[in-house]
């Protein structure tokens, strides 16, 4: 399938002060002076956001890692999906699987967040992936298809939104796998948005996402139905993020 651009973005996590916008500073000031040939976001935590957009948001989209699924009220220390576009966010990573496993979220949740996502006008990052266990056990086509299933909204109809591959045992650990697996699970994934969304879900890119580097990022974004990286550990460095961007 032919391919529209593809998405290089940077997950954060819990990491960044203030004097850490120097790194993505330094990458704006990189594509400005040679343009990527992906579109390349930056999800710091909800902190930076509005320092980020307003340093670089003509260069680097900038995104939240999460938001609740309600507009507003009592949720004490929760971020709404306004609250994030209000602060300069285009984008929003949901259902992480650090956020899946530490905060208990179900693909319920994740897709009550989407339609959050949606109202507010932001791209949901939908992010999917299996354990070692689950993979080792010959399961990760159907839990990510279940998964799929579950987080994905019909809200998505006609919006503009990504799917997230992220092997759960390849975040953060170096472990990365083959390529035919990665190809594998992103076919399960187009097949599951298709009979979902019909034909909205032919075009959404799907990202890989699990210890990119600028050393695997080229034959990664190059595998079919891969249509961008999703970097944690890789992206707090400008040099190593832009590494992976000029890897498209
Ligand atoms: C992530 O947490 O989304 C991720 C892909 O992390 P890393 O690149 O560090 O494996």
Redesign the pocket.
Known sequence: MKQSVKLIVG?W?MNGLGADLAEALALGAALQASPARARVGVCPPATLIERLSRAVGNTIEVGGQDCHAEPAGAFTGSVSAAMLADAGAKLVILG?S?RRAACGETDADVAAKVDAAVAAGLEPIV?VGETLAQREAGEAVEVVSRQMAGSVSDALKGQAFAV?Y?PVW????GLIPTLEQIEAVHRAVRAALIARLGDDGRTAPILY????KPSNAAEILHAAEVGGA??????LKAEDFLGIIRAV
């Not at 390849?170 to 650990?173: E, P, W």
């Not at 996402?209 to 990119?212: D, R, T």
């Open positions: 997950n996590k992480h650090e992010c997230a992220e390849a975040i953060g650990t996402g699990g210890s990119v999703l970097v944690g550990g890789a992206s």
